[in-house]
């Protein structure tokens, strides 16, 4: 049977990710029973989850709540609704209506619905260079055309992008929104500096555009401030896609959009034939975690705690192995990005590395806008254990002196 020609013609658009190649032969040396150490995942460390706790939960809720097991409405339960807009006035600054909350499947329902409704085939978006794969992947797939703005480490280049605005312009190519991770950006692990933030918002009013604020790293900041672009605009003009993925575990699927006006109403229509609602068991999960002060006690108190101290491992042994190297050096999120010499390859460094030295690092290229980043890799520290992320770090020093 040939299916081709039954394929809608959006489905030219959809393409598969680049990294897919690794993960499977990582996959493919796991079950021939190699051990390798991992600095590649983009989850939390389960160890760092109080999942003791979440089960306790859990089953409180199923014997207690005969509605966690049916469907709920698709902007999410009234009650985790109201308990997300007083967390986000405690913890991000702002005050946003219930009303205007949607409970999504994770971040990625957020941001998919936000390009259903906001992408028409051939649009202009403009996001940093690098940015988070997925939602390149998920914007492409839209027939959204990717306009990169590079990023240093304080957050997305504002003047290249006034500049890249005023081409565009020049060209007749309308812009419709800016797509942001302003906080632990991944992959590069960069926090946007405040200025770059008041500039990036004044550039998007002057230019009358919207911006979507991915906040998904906006809870794992070690130090230093962030204050959501959100907490800063007083046009509507943010968008917000919200996670708790990073926080409870990205296996439950609950996030958020942050939406007004037309936006709002559409993607109200938009969503419930695609999910019906956000799986229910996790939102009433979530919301017992966060009414109950859980957040407070066992991710700031404790789980950050964690993370943070694995950041300084990862950064220390990167400093002691490869002192001339180039890397970051995050105070929020999950990932450093690592640089090879110029014109190195990541994607035969990373191949090799887990050939010959038993360690998964993710290519960077796939997450550029361009060829500019086929020299980075990007490493996790949130997931594996500090002896690994030694052992890993030192792993790759060693085949970086082999080959530079
Ligand atoms: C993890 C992540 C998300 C959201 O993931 P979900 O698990 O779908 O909530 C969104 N954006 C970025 C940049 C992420 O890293």
């Given at each position: 049977m040939r299916y081709e020609k039954f394929?809608?013609?959006?489905?030219?658009?959809v393409k598969g990710s680049a990294l897919a190649e690794v993960m499977k032969k990582a996959a493919e040396l796991r079950a021939r029973g190699k051990e390798l150490i991992s600095l590649s995942a983009g989850d939390p460390d389960p160890n760092l989850i109080p999942r003791e706790i979440l089960g306790e939960l859990a089953r409180e809720v199923l014997s207690n709540v005969p509605a966690s097991v049916m469907y709920t409405p698709a902007n999410g339960i009234p009650e985790l609704r109201e308990e997300i807009s007083r967390f986000l006035e405690r913890y991000e600054g702002y005050k946003v209506s219930p009303e205007d909350i949607i409970i999504t499947v994770g971040g990625t329902g957020a941001l998919d619905l936000l390009g259903r409704i906001?992408?028409?085939?051939?649009d202009a978006v403009i996001t940093e260079n690098p940015s988070y794969i997925n939602t390149l992947l998920a914007f492409e797939q839209l027939g959204a055309k990717i306009y990169g703005v590079p990023v240093d480490g304080e957050g997305m280049r504002v003047d290249l992008l006034e500049e890249k605005l005023r081409e565009l312009r020049a060209k007749g190519v309308k812009v419709k929104f800016i797509y942001t991770i302003?906080?632990?950006?991944?992959?590069?692990?960069v926090t946007m500096s405040h200025e770059r933030r008041k500039a990036l918002l004044e550039i998007a009013s002057e230019h009358d555009l919207l911006i979507v604020e991915?906040?998904?790293?906006?809870?794992?900041?070690?130090?230093g401030e962030a204050t959501p672009l959100k907490a800063m605009?007083?046009?509507?003009r943010v968008i917000v896609a919200g996670t708790l993925s990073k926080v409870l575990g990205t296996g439950f699927r609950v996030g958020w959009v942050i939406a007004h006006g037309e936006v709002k109403q559409k993607i109200l229509m938009e969503k419930s034939p695609i999910d019906?609602?956000?799986?229910t068991i996790s939102q009433y999960i979530a919301l017992e975690y966060l009414r109950r002060g859980y957040f407070e006690e066992?991710?700031?108190?404790r789980g950050l705690l964690g993370y943070k101290e694995k950041r300084d491992v990862m950064l220390s042994a990167l400093e002691e192995n490869l002192p001339d190297a180039e890397f970051t050096r995050p105070i929020a999120g999950m990932f450093v990005m690592f640089f090879l010499p110029?014109?190195?390859d990541g994607m035969a460094f990373a191949s090799e590395l887990m050939e010959k030295k038993g360690v998964v690092v993710v290519p960077?290229?796939?997450?550029?806008?361009?060829?500019?980043?086929?020299?980075a890799i990007r490493l996790n520290?949130?997931?594996?254990?500090k002896e690994e992320i030694e052992e890993g770090i030192k792993r790759l020093a060693e085949l970086y002196r082999e080959k530079f």
């Open positions: 394929l809608a013609g959006r489905a030219n658009w906001l992408i028409d085939p051939g302003p906080t632990g950006q991944n992959p590069m692990g991915d906040s998904a790293y906006n809870f794992m900041r070690y130090e605009d007083d046009e509507g019906f609602c956000a799986p066992y991710h700031l108190k110029s014109g190195a960077g290229g796939p997450f550029y806008t361009d060829e500019s980043g086929k020299n520290f949130s997931r594996p254990g």
